[in-house]
């Protein structure tokens, strides 16, 4: 008889599978993402010696709604890590941390000052999940302090700081991670949805829509006094010094929504535009490279000014490329496309309650507004989202591939999990600085596309923008830091 426990894994792995042939995956690329997560999982639960542990700090950590929790959950299952230390300019968000993490048998020291925390001579890795406009300083002062770094994304404020984190790497010999975690996670449905255009099995990419999402609206958000444990001046750092606007959680300049100042962000351009244009590249192997041209070909006026959200509610921002692709990075609105099937050639459903019952009904037309990446080739159709992928025939998904596409080495399941086995390994991770600074580079071409209303030509050689208003477009690629703070590189 076999035994229960055996029962109970094969229930799970069978329970797995099928949630992940329902997204969309066929059977025999579900077996192979589980079974890499299974394996992934093993290697990291495995005890270790007191010598082999790695020890962790964290750079802006202690925010409900910041990203860093999400990130630490996702290390949990690794035996070898040791978090030591936080930093937060938020009293209350340090206290949280420290809370939050002692509950799994972490005692960890607390700062104010990332480069007191980086002054450590025992810590391996430097987590820096703090707003966009500090992931630069932060992050080159932790490798030139020997430390490797994960670093969340958007990885810079700017082009100039993207080369920047780019050359240090280089020059330091330490492995950064930029936490674009669509590559490695979700299912492994982005990575599937590269790897059939890549191998060409919807032909030559004509056009690849990134439905990011709209920019929200605040008017005008009045000042008041910061919170006395928050150091609003450490708060904007390298920005210019000004006041501090709060109104209720979702009306602030400051915790989660900064996210809509480009003085701190490039809105949904380099939010969810980091996760959706990184996948474009990715489709276009254009990994280290990127487009040739971007203009803004819709937008939205956005509020005049920095007391309230000034980035632009809604746009459509066009990118060309030397083969001929556009990549279009709009809030919504795209192709509603009919006929997507998954690869068991059924279409998707959604659950609609009719009467006491709640049904399955099928998709007939995936609309433009679904959050996601629809890839449009001479052939055939992909889209994929963080819940599905879909193709206009299911064999597109279905076939296994002949020759692998090798996008990548191996197969991560877990974005932090890859980021450590490359500490060990010294290999490139699947999100370095060359892949991570170059799709953070498309995003802020899209940011000063709008900031400009310009036609601009890139050379992404050179970093540069060329011939007509190059001038205008290349007073953007870097911006003055308030004293005492240098990019230095």
Request: hydrophobic share 35%.
């Amino acid at each position: 008889m076999p035994e229960r426990g055996n029962l109970s894994r094969r229930g799970f792995m069978n329970r797995s599978i099928a949630g992940l042939t329902a997204a969309g995956l066929p059977l025999w690329y579900a077996k192979e993402v589980h079974g890499a997560d299974e394996a992934n999982k093993a290697v990291a639960a495995k005890a270790v010696a007191q010598n082999d542990k790695l020890l962790v700090g964290w750079i802006g950590i202690g925010s409900p709604s910041s990203r860093a929790f999400g990130v630490y959950g996702t290390t949990k299952g690794f035996k070898n890590l040791q978090h030591v230390a936080v930093c937060d300019v938020d009293g209350r968000h340090v206290k949280r941390a420290q809370d939050h993490l002692k509950k799994d048998s972490h005692d960890a020291e607390a700062y104010d000052d990332f480069r007191k925390l980086t002054d450590r001579k025992d810590l391996n890795i430097v987590c820096v999940t703090t707003p966009d406009h500090w992931h630069a300083l932060a992050a080159i002062d932790a490798m030139r302090k020997g430390k490797d770094v994960y670093c969340e994304k958007p990885l810079t404020l700017t082009i100039q700081e993207a080369l920047a984190i780019q050359k240090v790497s280089k020059e330091t010999g330490k492995v950064l991670q930029t936490g674009s975690q669509q590559r490695t996670e979700m299912g492994g449905m982005f990575r599937l949805a590269a790897e059939v255009v890549r191998a060409g099995r919807i032909g030559k990419v004509k056009t690849i829509e990134c439905r990011i999402g709209g920019n929200p609206t605040s008017g005008v958000i009045k000042e008041v006094e910061p919170p006395k444990e928050l150091n609003w001046d450490m708060w904007c750092g390298p920005t210019a010094k000004v006041a501090y606007r709060y109104e209720n959680d979702q009306k602030t300049n400051c915790h989660y929504q900064f996210r809509w100042f480009y003085e701190y962000s490039g809105g949904k351009m380099t939010d969810w535009g980091a996760h959706h244009l990184d996948i474009a590249q990715w489709c276009l192997g254009m990994d280290g490279s990127g487009p040739t041209g971007v203009e803004a070909i819709e937008a939205a006026k956005p509020h005049d000014g920095i007391d309230g959200f000034n980035c632009h509610p809604t746009f459509k921002v066009r990118y060309t490329y030397a083969n001929g692709a556009e990549v279009i990075a709009m809030d919504g609105r795209g192709t509603d496309v009919k006929g997507l099937v998954r690869a068991d050639g059924k279409p998707a459903t959604k659950k609609v309650k009719k009467g006491d019952k709640v049904e399955d009904v099928p998709i007939e037309t995936l609309s433009g507004s679904e959050n996601g990446v629809l890839i449009i080739g001479e052939t055939g159709t992909v889209f994929v989202s963080r819940g599905t992928i879909l193709a206009s025939d299911g064999k597109i998904l279905s076939e296994p591939f002949k020759d692998d596409p090798k996008l990548y080495p191996s197969r991560p399941t877990n974005h932090f999990g890859n980021f450590l086995d490359c500490v060990k390994t010294r290999e490139a991770p699947i999100c370095d600085p060359t892949v991570g600074g170059g799709s953070v580079i498309v995003c802020h071409l899209g940011v000063i596309a709008l900031k400009t209303g310009k036609k601009l030509t890139w050379d992404p050689k050179t970093n540069r923008f060329t011939g007509d208003n190059a001038d205008e477009g290349n007073k953007h690629i870097a911006r003055e830091m308030r004293a005492p703070w240098k990019l230095e590189a």
